[in-house]
């Protein structure tokens, strides 16, 4: 017997639909071990860009495994991209995401408390990307397993992407054509909002997102209004001088400035969004010097490229105003700048006809237990049922379009924002969603903090039917794809004609590299809670 392409014999009394049995008994298998694995990058929760030991042990997996690893890949040390092949076939691609999100540290626990050892503002795990990682490396090691059982040839490619939640890595990896190559990509994300839940996305995809530091940096104070017929102190020789603004009065001003002008930047519609932070780095506290250095994150979401280049436009109008204010020079750096994604029905089609055949998340009695005990401690009325129904529900894509519509202007033709869309430039992609654990709503319409359903997502009795059922899912996708040729060429096709239709070129520089050296926090704290 012959696999579709005539290429790869499979072994006798071996058929092609025996392969998805066998990658859901690995998984079965090894669901505890995966659980552990899990449990350990929940635990390490670094933060975007600081992901250091969470990527070492993604890459010291992979390897004891066979696959082939480039450490450090595309210039950003917390970044990976490994490949395993079985001989001629395909190359299909999926990926790992691992960081965590400053200001919530909180155990795996039912009530609120940090990680041992942590402040609660450290960083924690909210979708959670530690589940994200550990679904997709479940399917691409069930599918691995499936493809040496049944003689299977192709090539599986899987990339570790840091710094999802600032846009940080894929944008990169692209330029530098680590997608290039591959025939098909699966996107995974852990999700609770309807209709986005047991579903993959079909129209409606994310759309753009920018994202940019601005720097403000006083190396001249002694120049600060000085004049040839009364020249004023340089600044370190006297402290009755006139000090200049400093970095801090820039900071100050454009902060103030952008949030002022906020609703003058696009109209109050289109489910746009903006956030600012502040880097700290060199923020010094002599009294008689003017800071030095100031550094300021914008990052926004819009449906398309034209909106976020209207925000970007009045940013850097008030960075120069800022900037001329307070003595100072203004340095500019991007994080990120991606593109909307692109949709494609065939990849759509075929990993729902898997996630129906795995059925939704099931939550056992232990699960029930967990959502009871964290109802109780917030003062909430225990629940026969204590999960949102969503999450045990699948809805189709078509009818999650349908409502996803609904909330949205006709005009709008992009919804929130994730870096996999750059990655639809590329190949063929499909983005799915499977439940994360979320609590019904209480009774008297009290909302959940957000810790408890941070906790659900490290409990292993809570989060690991995410992990069991995305990774099924992923495993009989590519299944599919490495056993009908035929998927394949009719993705492409959708891909290629979409991508005529509609040329986007990418938004940075082939030479782009990612701002690994600017002060990320690490947030290394530990030791006596002081907070």
């Known amino acids: 017997m012959t696999s579709p392409d005539d290429s790869t014999p499979f072994p006798e009394n071996a058929l092609p639909g025996d392969a998805k049995t066998t990658a859901r008994e690995w998984i079965d298998a090894h669901l505890d071990e995966l659980a552990e694995w899990h449990t350990h990058i929940w635990e390490l929760a670094e933060p975007a860009w600081r992901e250091y030991r969470s990527q070492a042990w993604y890459v010291e997996r992979l390897r004891e495994v066979g696959f082939t690893v480039e450490d450090g890949s595309a210039g950003m040390p917390t970044a990976f991209c490994a490949e395993w092949s079985n001989g001629e076939g395909p190359t299909l691609l999926t990926y790992a995401e691992y960081d965590a999100v400053p200001g919530n540290s909180q155990a795996a626990t039912t009530r609120e408390q940090p990680r041992a050892g942590f402040s609660r503002f ?235 055949q795995i059925g939704p998340p099931e939550y056992g009695p232990e699960a029930v237990d967990t959502g009871r005990a964290i109802q109780t401690a917030l003062g909430v009325e225990q629940m026969e049922k204590p999960f949102l129904a969503a999450t045990e529900e699948l809805i189709e894509p078509q009818e999650a379009e349908r409502i996803l519509r609904e909330q949205m202007p006709a005009w709008q033709r992009n919804w929130t924002s994730d870096d996999y869309v750059e990655m639809s430039h590329y190949a063929p992609l499909v983005r799915f969603y499977i439940a994360r654990p979320t609590l019904a709503p209480s009774g008297d319409g009290r909302p959940y903090p957000p810790w408890a359903m941070n906790a659900l997502g490290g409990i292993p009795a809570t989060i690991t039917p995410t992990i069991e059922t995305a990774g099924k899912t992923i495993a009989g996708t590519f299944l599919d794809l490495l056993q009908r040729p035929e998927l394949l060429a009719d993705a492409k096709s959708e891909f290629d004609r979409r991508v005529d239709a509609e040329p986007m070129p990418p938004l940075l520089a082939e030479d782009f590299a990612a701002p690994i050296d600017l002060p990320w926090p690490d947030y290394k704290w530990s030791g006596p809670q002081v907070w």
């Not at 699966?186 to 759309?207: E, I, K, Q």
């Not at 997102?209 to 370190?236: G, H, M, R």
């Not at 002008?261 to 700290?280: E, H, K, V």
């Not at 001329?324 to 593109?339: G, I, K, N, Q, T």
């Open 122 to 356: 450290a960083p924690g795990h909210t979708d959670p990307h530690s589940a994200l990682g550990i679904s997709t490396l479940a399917g691409l090691l069930a599918t691995k397993h499936a493809m040496e059982v049944h003689n299977l040839g192709g090539r599986l490619k899987y990339t570790g992407e840091p710094a999802e939640k600032m846009h940080g890595s894929k944008v990169v990896h692209g330029l530098r054509g680590y997608y290039d190559d591959a025939d098909a990509i699966v996107s995974f994300h852990p999700f609770y909002m309807l209709p986005l839940c047991n579903t993959a996305r079909w129209d409606t995809h994310c759309g753009a997102y920018y994202s940019k530091v601005y720097s403000f940096v006083c190396d001249n104070p002694e120049t600060w209004q000085l004049s040839s017929a009364d020249p004023n102190s340089p600044i370190p020789a006297s402290h009755s001088a006139a000090r200049a603004p400093g970095a801090n009065v820039a900071l100050s001003q454009m902060y103030t400035a952008s949030r002022t002008m906020l609703d003058s930047m696009l109209p109050a519609t289109g489910g746009w969004s903006f956030s600012d932070a502040i880097l700290t780095e060199g923020q010094a506290t002599a009294d008689n010097l003017p800071q030095r250095v100031a550094r300021l994150q914008y990052s926004w979401r819009t449906p398309d490229v034209e909106m976020a280049e209207h925000v970007l436009a009045v940013l850097d109008r008030n960075a120069a105003a800022a900037a001329s204010m307070a003595h100072c020079e203004v340095e500019d750096r991007w994080v990120a700048r991606s593109r909307p994604g692109l949709a494609n029905h065939v990849l759509a089609e075929v990993l729902y006809a898997n996630l129906e």
